[in-house]
């Protein structure tokens, strides 16, 4: 898939607010800090399509982005911590749990993992979470340019091994990714593409 176009469409903390336009819609989240930003400029070819911040939690609502005029790009606000307040913290995280359980546009989250750090529980919860709630989803490891290539693939394997010992019969879907490279844009994009054609085939039908 080639992007040829990706537009700021809005921002704001209420699901029922957002686009009411019957297009496939795919949610970017993840821990606070660990490169959503980066890896949404990257995949679209935007320099600044998305705000990057060296402090954690930057987004704060829920961003709308149309890409090629025919599916939503949605940055939704990291999760765990930020420099907000308590309140703050926990308005964040309604109106990300009314996101995916009410929006019905969404075809599937992709939950972002830094790929150099053992498997956080607020991950793994939150990607049982997905599953409880029959939400597809794919897991996206970032910054894959910080590790050495037999220190990646390893750290992917501990990864998946714990999901496995865990909740999971078997693994979900996963990328791995550096904004800096480009690595995994094209799988990316190309899994993106595919379902977007499975859901306008149905569409048509």
Same mark, same amino acid.
């Given at each position: 898939m080639k992007i040829? *176009?990706?537009?700021?469409?809005?921002? &704001?903390?209420? %699901? $029922?607010?957002?686009?009411?336009?019957?297009?496939?819609?795919?949610?970017?989240?993840?821990?606070?800090?660990?490169?959503?930003?980066?890896?949404?400029?990257?995949?679209?070819?935007?320099?600044?399509?998305?705000?990057?911040?060296?402090?954690?939690?930057?987004?704060?609502?829920?961003?709308h982005f149309k890409i090629n005029h025919n599916w939503f790009l949605v940055d939704l606000p990291g999760y765990g911590y930020a420099r907000v307040s308590k309140k703050d913290?926990?308005?964040?995280?309604?109106?990300?749990?009314?996101?995916? *359980?009410?929006?019905?546009?969404?075809? &599937?989250?992709? %939950? $972002?993992v830094d790929v150099r750090h053992e498997p956080q529980p607020i991950d793994t919860a939150f990607m049982e979470w997905l599953g409880e709630h029959m939400i597809p989803f794919a897991i996206v490891f970032t910054k894959a340019d910080k590790l050495k290539p037999q220190a990646l693939d390893n750290q992917v394997q501990i990864y998946i091994d714990h999901l496995l010992a865990g909740a999971w019969e078997e693994a979900p879907r996963y990328f791995i990714t550096s904004a800096t490279k480009h690595t995994g844009k094209e799988e990316l994009l190309g899994y993106i593409d595919e379902i977007n054609r499975e859901f306008y085939s149905q569409q048509s039908r």
């Open positions: 040829k *176009s990706a537009d700021f469409v809005m921002s &704001n903390s209420n %699901v $029922l607010k957002c686009p009411n336009e019957p297009l496939p819609e795919y949610a970017f989240i993840g821990r606070s800090n660990v490169g959503k930003s980066s890896l949404i400029n990257m995949l679209t070819e935007r320099k600044n399509l998305a705000k990057t911040s060296g402090k954690p939690g930057k987004t704060q609502l829920i961003n913290r926990n308005t964040f995280q309604k109106y990300i749990t009314d996101y995916f *359980s009410k929006r019905k546009q969404l075809v &599937n989250a992709f %939950v $972002l």
